[in-house]
Structure formats: C-alpha cells, structure tokens
C-alpha cells in the first residue's frame, strides 16, 4: 500500500502568493523526496531530505520534516505560473531503502 | 547527454497482444523501477532491479515481467494477462546507497484499443 499521501489533492493561488503541500506517511524512512510532474510528463526531482535532518531550502523551494509525526510539508514561495504542476512526495522504508512509495499528489495551479 | 529514455512516447495496442515498453539509462545507475500512473493518480510500483540479472517485484506486478541483462537496460512487457493496462508508465534509475535520488525518464503512454 502507498506509503505517502499529500494533501490539499489540488491547491488554487494567485502569482506571488506562497503555496504549501503537506505530506504524511507511515513507517520509518531513510529519506523523503519531492517531485514535480508537468501534465503528461515524466517527473523532476526537486529536494531530499534526510531522517535526521529537519529542514532544507533549495530557491524557492522549502521543505520541512517532523519524522516524530511522520509527515513532511513543501513551500513555494513568491509561487509563479510555470509551478503550475502536480507535487509528489515519496518515502522509501527504513527496511528497505530501494523501494519508494509515492502518494497521489497535490495538484497546484498558479494564477497569472 | 547523460539522462533516461523512453521508447516509444505513445503506443496502441490491440487486447490479447503482449508489448514491451523500452528503457535505457546512461547515468551507470545501479538501481532502476518501473511504475505505473492512472489520471490524476500517483505512481505504483511495478517491478525494481538493484543489479543486473536480478529483480524484484513491486505492489502491482502481476501481468507485468522484465529482464535486466544489462546494466543500463530494464525493459517492461506488459502481457495480455494484465486486465487494465492502459495507463502512463515510468522508468526511473538510481545510484547506489539510500540517499540518492531517482531519475525519472519521460514516460510512455499505452492505450489498449
């Protein structure tokens, strides 16, 4: 069963607003990813973070992880119309770091 | 120009007819995967490879097979045993070690006719 799960399924702003994707999963990891999928496309890496650490900043990109409530949430800020995409997050297990589970994703549109 | 391709992008198959979807990496990745996405889905796992000539299967394998006699290959067969197979599908490739990320290529698009 999927490991990872995002919410909100779909988020709506405008352009310069921030956008955050949270994501919860349920077994112990080694590490959590983000991805980005424009429609129709593969997907583009976007950050890693490790379990032991707790917060990692790329650009605009900040993602946060509380490995104590097991869920993890991605900010975007000052958001522009091309981050319009769905956001995945995926864990893999601490038993088993070659597998990864994904979750259905957070659906962002950007308004111009 | 090193990354993942995927061949072919689109492909239509007939019901009853066995197809394989092509994925090469030139990344000398260790580790590739095979996954599965529905519209407005997140990816499921079909089968992962960790070295060549072996493989194991993911949460979603049956009608499903593939081989991995070369390192930088993993190709997919989707076999007429799969009773839905229309859906967007993903090669990813990944160093060794657990905190690397995976590669993903840009996918094929199977319809069943």
């Known amino acids: 069963s999927q490991q990872g799960e995002e919410d909100p399924q779909a988020l709506s702003i405008q352009e310069g607003e921030n956008a955050t994707m949270n994501c919860s999963y349920k077994?112990?990891?080694?590490?959590l990813q983000w991805y980005r999928q424009n429609s129709g496309r593969g997907l583009v890496h976007l950050i890693l973070?490790?379990?032991?650490?707790r917060e990692k900043h790329s650009g605009r990109l900040r993602v946060t992880l509380d490995t104590s409530k097991k869920s993890s949430s991605l900010l975007i800020t000052a958001s522009r119309a091309a981050d319009t995409a769905s956001y995945f997050c995926?864990?893999?297990?601490?038993?088993?770091?070659?597998?990864?589970?994904f979750g259905s994703g957070t659906k962002l549109n950007v308004k111009p | 120009d090193g990354g993942i391709t995927q061949s072919p992008k689109y492909l239509f198959r007939k019901e009853g007819q066995n197809v394989t979807l092509s994925c090469e990496q030139n990344l000398n990745h260790d580790a590739m995967y095979w996954y599965r996405q529905d519209p407005g889905q997140g990816l499921r796992l079909i089968y992962y490879?960790?070295?060549?000539?072996?493989?194991q299967k993911g949460d979603i394998a049956e009608g499903y097979s593939v081989s991995r006699e070369k390192k930088e290959s993993f190709p997919l067969t989707v076999t007429s045993a799969q009773k839905n197979p229309t859906a967007f599908y993903l090669c990813a490739s990944r160093g060794t070690g657990p905190y690397n990320e995976q590669f993903f290529g840009p996918g094929t698009r199977l319809t069943v006719l």
């Open positions: 973070i490790r379990s032991n650490e």
């Open positions: 077994t112990s990891i080694n590490n």
């Open positions: 490879s960790q070295i060549v000539n072996d493989f």
């Open positions: 995926a864990t893999d297990a601490a038993y088993n770091f070659n597998k990864f589970y």
